[in-house]
Every structure is written in C-alpha cells, then in structure tokens.
C-alpha cells in the first residue's frame, strides 16, 4: 500500500480527534477569528531521501499549535504532556507509525507542539520490457 503525504496528515488529526474529542481541529489556515480551546495543525517541511536502491525515507515534521481558553501557561504545559502522549503512535496504512523529535515552546501564549513521522516509502519498478526468446547455436561433442 501505498503512503501519502495527506494519510499522514489525516492520522494526525485522527490522532488528535481520538485524545481530544471534543477540541476542534483545524487544517493549514489560522481565522481572524477563534473560539479556544482549538487545535491548528500544519505540515512543515516534509523531506524525501533515498536510502537504499527504491527506498525512500520521508519525514513529515508537525507543528500542532494550541489555544488555550485562559491562555494560562500552567493549561499549556499540561496539555503539552498530554500531546506527548496523543501523538506517540499514529496508524499510517493500516501500520503504527512513532512520532519522534518532541518538542513545545510557548509563544504569544500560544502552545507549539513539535512532532515528526518518519514513514519508508518504496519506488514502483519500472516494466521493462523483458527478453522475448533467445536463439543460441553452438555445437556439441
């Protein structure tokens, strides 16, 4: 089966729905406009690298952003534990997939939450054209 960039964004939000079902979660786009508690999770800058012949490795780094209701730091660091413990596994293709590389800040009291998935992907091989017959001669003793 094949993996996407978008089944591992729906697997984070997956994720995220399952730990927080009743925090809204919201794509790429920040609204003038927001009613807190919200979840905003956005795709960084995905990497794809080949390791070995027709496999490749790629990164999906994620930042989840969250917007507390008070803004109050002491609901942020908690939430950022239970982050940790939302975004450990994901399903990615019927697979669990680990998240690595965790990390928040709090800016402009504003939780970032840093996570990445790595996820091997495999290179279809090309249909080429196989050897049709082969005519040999030669004699023997």
Same mark, same amino acid.
Request: glycine share 0%.
């Given at each position: 089966m094949e993996v996407t960039i978008n089944d591992v964004r729906? *697997?984070?939000?997956? *994720?995220?729905d399952a730990a927080f079902p009743d925090i809204p979660i919201s794509g790429e786009e920040i609204k003038q406009e927001l009613n807190p508690p919200r979840f905003f999770v956005r795709l960084l800058e995905p990497a794809h690298t080949q390791e070995l012949g027709r496999r490749f490795r790629r990164n999906h780094p994620f930042v989840i952003r969250y917007f507390a209701p008070d803004r109050a730091n002491e609901d942020m660091y908690s939430m950022a534990e239970r982050l940790m413990a939302a975004t450990k596994w994901i399903m990615v293709g019927g697979r669990q997939c680990p998240g690595h590389g965790m990390r928040f800040q709090i800016v402009d009291e504003v939780l970032h939450f840093f996570v990445t998935y790595s996820v091997l992907v495999w290179e279809h091989q090309a249909d080429d054209p196989k050897m049709q017959t082969l005519k040999q001669e030669g004699r023997s003793r």
């Open positions: 729906y *697997a984070v939000h997956n *994720a995220l």
